[in-house]
């Protein structure tokens, strides 16, 4: 059974991508805010929950960049899961730390949120997924033409 999730991809006016650090696995991650999608929910519902929820920011949810599924058969108990990243603009809301519902104050997995310029996430270490690191970059600065958005990821 496929369990579904969204990330969001946000730029400020100087080009700097918001990511959020969060603690997964006894270690520390950078990626884009998201999270699982829930019953009765849209993706587009999700992107906008959750960046409400992560950042306390208003989004208004534009194209999807990549859709990414995942089947790792190394750990059967994560299941088929699938990844949406939008792009998406701020409308509304001042940025500040949120946090996960589902987690009480003592187990949040949020650590930082901020905007990150290309230079600065090129020093970032774990960031997911890793073309984040570049290829977005690249899609943004040629307007995400030839941008192919199915991706497997695949597990070694």
């Avoid at 946090?99 to 020093?123: G, L, N, T």
């Amino acid at each position: 059974m496929w369990v579904g999730g969204v990330r969001v991809i946000v730029f400020d006016d100087d080009d700097r991508l918001l990511m959020i650090r969060q603690h997964h696995e006894d270690r520390d991650i950078w990626m884009v805010p998201g999270g699982g999608i829930e019953e009765g929910e849209t993706a587009v519902e999700t992107a906008v929950r959750e960046m409400k929820e992560e950042t306390n920011l208003d989004v208004e949810v534009g194209r999807m960049v990549w859709h990414v599924e995942e089947v790792d058969p190394s750990r059967p108990e994560r299941g088929q899961r699938f990844v949406n990243f939008f792009l998406a603009k701020i409308v509304g809301g001042e940025l500040k730390m949120g946090a996960d519902p589902e987690f009480d104050s003592k187990h949040q997995r949020i650590r930082e949120v901020r905007f990150v310029s290309q230079e600065e996430m090129q020093e970032l270490e774990n960031v997911f997924p890793p073309q984040l690191k570049d290829e977005l970059w690249y899609l943004k600065y040629t307007d995400y033409v030839d941008n192919e958005v199915f991706r497997f990821r695949e597990y070694i």
